[in-house]
C-alpha cells in the first residue's frame, strides 16, 4: 500500500520560511517523479514544483520561482520543499504526489498525471 505523508505546515508570517517533508512507502521511490501541489479556498488545486527521479531536473510554477525549492532524498525516500520569503498568497493546503514515469519538460502538469497524493498539510501565510 502506497502512502505519502506530509509534515511541516503550519502558521507563519509574511517573509517567513517553512520546509514540508513528505515520507513515502510502499513503493519504489526512485522510479517515481515527485511533486507538491497546493489548494486554496475556493480555488482548484494547482501544481507548484516537481523532480525527477534522480533530482536533477526541477520544474517550478512561475509563482513560487526564487522563493520555493523542491529537493527529494532517495535513500531516505522524502521530498522536500523549502519554502522562503512566503507571501499570503501562498496559503493554502500542500499536497505530495508521485507518478511513475519520465520527467516532464513541458509546462504541461495536470495533477491527473499523479497516482499517488498524500493527505495534505496546511500552510498559512499571514500578512
Known amino acids: 500500500q502506497v502512502q505519502l505523508v506530509e509534515s511541516g505546515g503550519g502558521l507563519v508570517q509574511a517573509g517567513g520560511s517553512l520546509r514540508l517533508s513528505c515520507a513515502a512507502s510502499g513503493l519504489t521511490f526512485s522510479r517515481y517523479v515527485m511533486g507538491w501541489f497546493r489548494q486554496a479556498p475556493g480555488k482548484e488545486r494547482e501544481f507548484v514544483a516537481d523532480?525527477?527521479?534522480?533530482?536533477?531536473?526541477?520544474y517550478y510554477t512561475d509563482a513560487v520561482k526564487g522563493r520555493l525549492t523542491i529537493s527529494r532524498d532517495n535513500a531516505k525516500n522524502s521530498v522536500s520543499l523549502q519554502m522562503n520569503s512566503l507571501k499570503p498568497e501562498d496559503t493554502a493546503v500542500y499536497y505530495c504526489?508521485?507518478?511513475?514515469?519520465?520527467?516532464?519538460?513541458?509546462?504541461?502538469?495536470?495533477?491527473?498525471?499523479?497516482?499517488?497524493w498524500g493527505q495534505g498539510t496546511q500552510v498559512t501565510v499571514s500578512s
Open positions: 504526489a508521485a507518478k511513475e514515469g519520465e520527467f516532464d519538460f513541458t509546462a504541461y502538469r495536470p495533477s491527473s498525471k499523479y497516482e499517488y
Open positions: 523532480i525527477s527521479r534522480s533530482g536533477q531536473y526541477t
